[in-house]
């Protein structure tokens, strides 16, 4: 079973309609994170939440909201979908480095692709 | 600010020979890492390889090693013995912020094997 899942893997949606992506993991890390990737653009961070009473935001965080409901779930939303965040949304997790050094490798699931119409 | 720079949008290598990425950086920090993921068709991202920025070794993963050149702040990736299963995106990152664990990435070079 994969360690970090997501779903929906595909969705489209409307102009002004409201969408939650989720992300679930089994590798017990406490880091989770949002990412979006538009072409050419590589990945721009939206969210990260370093547990459940903590949420930061990214560099693109306009236009949406996070909820982190459990260590394992960390959800997206996007509360009046608009056709430019149509992409791909990858969630990814981490854990601190145990050796006193910050060690972290981020660990990727396999991603949303979002159209908006 | 801290950004990462792929200049070579694409790239080609036959099969079993050589192939090396380029990705140059800009931070002012003095604690990163630096990584290299793939993303196959399938989109899933998959670590490939990290370098810490204190370690002066290149780190090595099988076929897969970086040349890190810290006072250039170059980072290039090399894949010996290409197979049909390394044709992908490449994507370089930098991880830096401390305790924050951010990733920046580079915008990625598309390498195609060819047999």
């Known amino acids: 079973d994969a360690d970090v899942t997501q779903t929906p893997r595909n969705r489209i949606t409307k102009t002004g309609k409201r969408i939650m992506l989720e992300c679930s993991q089994t590798?017990?890390?406490?880091?989770m994170y949002w990412y979006r990737q538009d072409p050419g653009l590589g990945l721009r961070l939206i969210y990260y939440?370093?547990?459940?009473?903590?949420?930061n935001k990214g560099e693109i965080s306009d236009g949406y909201s996070v909820s982190r409901q459990a260590q394992a779930k960390f959800s997206l939303s996007l509360e009046s979908a608009i056709p430019n965040q149509t992409a791909l949304y990858f969630c990814?997790?981490?854990?601190?480095?145990?050796?006193?050094?910050?060690?972290?490798?981020?660990?990727f699931g396999p991603g949303t692709r979002l159209l908006v119409l | 600010a801290q950004t990462v720079t792929q200049s070579q949008p694409e790239m080609s290598v036959q099969e079993a020979e050589t192939v090396t990425l380029s990705c140059t950086y800009d931070?002012?920090?003095?604690?990163?890492?630096l990584f290299w993921y793939k993303q196959p068709p399938s989109r899933q991202m998959i670590l490939v390889i990290r370098?810490?920025?204190?370690?002066?070794q290149n780190a090595t993963e099988n076929r897969f090693s970086v040349n890190f050149q810290k006072a250039a702040k170059s980072f290039s990736l090399k894949i010996s013995d290409s197979q049909l299963g390394d044709a992908a995106m490449y994507f370089c990152?930098?991880?830096?912020?401390?305790?924050?664990?951010?990733?920046?990435f580079g915008t990625g070079t598309l390498l195609a094997v060819q047999p």
């Open positions: 931070t002012s920090e003095s604690d990163y890492y």
């Open positions: 590798k017990g890390h406490d880091r």
């Open positions: 370098q810490e920025a204190y370690k002066q």
């Open positions: 990814a997790t981490s854990d601190f480095g145990t050796s006193g050094r910050f060690q972290e490798t981020q660990y």
């Open positions: 990152a930098m991880r830096y912020g401390g305790a924050t664990n951010k990733l920046i």
């Open positions: 939440s370093f547990d459940v009473k903590d949420i």
